[in-house]
């Protein structure tokens, strides 16, 4: 595959794009890979980057956007923190992604069996991951709210669940805290959606 050109991220469309990225899973799924030179694509993007992608997941060793979705260097910009959380810095480089560098798709992605979900739903709190963790338990809280026995039992169900609604939590906050890129998905420019990569099978579900 050729590395992403000005002329090919202008051409796709956000709908492309997002099936640029599910064929991409599938064939990582299937152990499958598409054919690159990484060496000419380095000296490709040392001219320029357009990725048509913006990919805002976890930190987790687990799941590496670029390997994921099959995309080779220049393709997508990789965001990632523990809890796919949103904050300012996140939002500005989504809106840097798409305004400024021209994606055509934010994709915010969790995972199954997530660290920073089941910390948050355990409560725990050390040193500056409680800040982080706070910024997750919204989404637990609509969990509990959702299933009376969340409150009792954190189960393995209901840790995937929260890990579910954290990942809707962060797309409303992107849509209500960044004007730009709400009006950009308004106007077709852009998609944002939601996924979930599952660290047992290799597959990722948008949703």
């Known amino acids: 595959m050729r590395t992403q050109t000005k002329e090919t991220q ?3 469309t956000p709908k ?3 099936s640029i990225l599910v064929a991409g899973n ?3 799924a299937q152990n499958l890979k598409a054919q690159r030179n990484l060496q000419d694509q380095v000296f490709e993007t040392s001219k320029g980057q357009f990725p048509f992608a913006v990919i805002h997941s976890c ?3 687990r799941v590496p956007a670029e390997l994921v979705f099959d995309q080779g260097i220049g393709d997508i910009f990789s965001s990632r923190v523990a809890g796919n959380i949103i904050n300012e810095d996140v939002l500005g480089s989504i809106e840097f992604s798409c305004k400024v560098a021209g994606s055509k798709i934010v994709v915010v992605m969790g995972h199954t069996k997530c660290g920073a979900v089941t910390a948050a739903c355990n409560n725990v709190e050390l040193g500056n991951i409680t800040t982080l963790l706070n910024k997750i338990r919204p989404a637990i809280d609509i969990v509990n709210d959702t299933y009376s026995n ?3 039992e954190m ?3 209901i840790v995937e669940k ?3 609604q954290n990942v809707k939590s962060s797309i409303n906050r992107i849509r209500k805290e960044s004007p730009i890129l709400a009006e950009m998905e308004r106007i077709g420019e852009i998609e944002i959606v939601g996924a979930l990569y599952d660290v047992a099978s290799g597959q990722v579900d948008f949703f």
């Open 10 to 12: 202008e051409n796709l």
């Open 16 to 18: 492309t794009a997002h």
């Open 26 to 28: 599938k064939r990582f």
């Open 59 to 61: 930190i987790d060793s």
């Open 150 to 152: 969340a409150k009792k």
């Open 155 to 157: 189960t393995e169900d």
């Open 162 to 164: 929260a890990s579910i």
